[in-house]
């Protein structure tokens, strides 16, 4: 296997647990502006894709959200991750093997950068990733579209197929395999969905604790 020169992790559910308490609030939201959606239908529905998208597919189905929708929810996030949020099991031991691979690497998300802040400051993780992040704020089109990861790549100064991305959505990884990339879809989530990852070309796996090896690290 060729070591990868660099490595692309996304946020929410890789490196940090945030996707039940952001998807519940989610479906509530959704619910009570007029479009009923549960919880478990709003995580595979709408994991893994900006606001921005969420509020074009509502809309598209006849529930107008409102233009300051995604403000309001960008608003919301520091109380909504106040009491914490853990980060993925074992995830800073990948970290550590990669940079003591002396591998760039960087965070690529749907969230905006200052929530990133947030969700990765409470972690303690943020210090090991502010030298690099990318949100879909910064292209045309989030994920499951590839042009957050192509831009990452052309940032970092890598091409595309010396790329691996860590995902954990059928949305992530559709957008990673469509930017060229090799694609490691960790579905150690209970609400993960192996088999779509898989048919969206993701190496699946269910444990961070085998990532460094299944990437050539160990």
């Known amino acids: 296997m060729m070591t990868p020169k660099l490595v692309i992790f996304d946020c929410d559910g890789v490196l940090v647990d945030t996707e039940g308490m952001s998807n519940r609030r989610l479906s509530a939201w959704l619910t009570e502006l007029g479009y009923p959606i549960e919880y478990e239908a709003c995580r595979r529905r709408f994991e893994g894709t900006s ?3 969420v509020q074009a597919e509502v809309e598209a189905a006849g529930v107008v959200l409102g233009e ?37 690497y960087c965070v690529a998300s749907s969230a905006r950068v200052s929530k990133m ?16 992040m990318f949100s879909s704020t910064m292209v ?27 995902e954990d959505s059928v949305a992530g990884t559709t957008a990673g395999r ?6 490691y879809s960790y579905a150690g989530d209970p609400f993960a969905d192996p088999a779509a990852l898989e048919a969206a070309g993701g190496v699946v796996f269910d444990d961070m604790r085998a990532l460094s090896r299944l990437i050539g690290l160990a």
Do not use: Q, S, Y
């Open 117 to 132: 802040h947030i969700t990765l400051g409470v972690t303690g993780l943020l210090p090991l990733f502010e030298h690099a």
């Open 140 to 166: 045309e089109r989030g994920k499951p579209f590839p042009d957050l990861f192509l831009h990452a790549a052309a940032t970092m100064g890598i091409a595309p197929a010396d790329c691996v991305v860590i």
């Open 178 to 183: 469509a930017a060229g990339m090799k694609v």
């Open 51 to 53: 606001m921005k998208l």
């Open 68 to 104: 300051d929708f995604v403000e309001r929810w960008n608003l919301g996030l520091p109380e909504l991750f106040a009491n914490g949020v853990p980060a993925v099991p074992h995830v800073r031991d990948v970290i550590e093997t990669v940079r003591a691979a002396d591998i760039p």
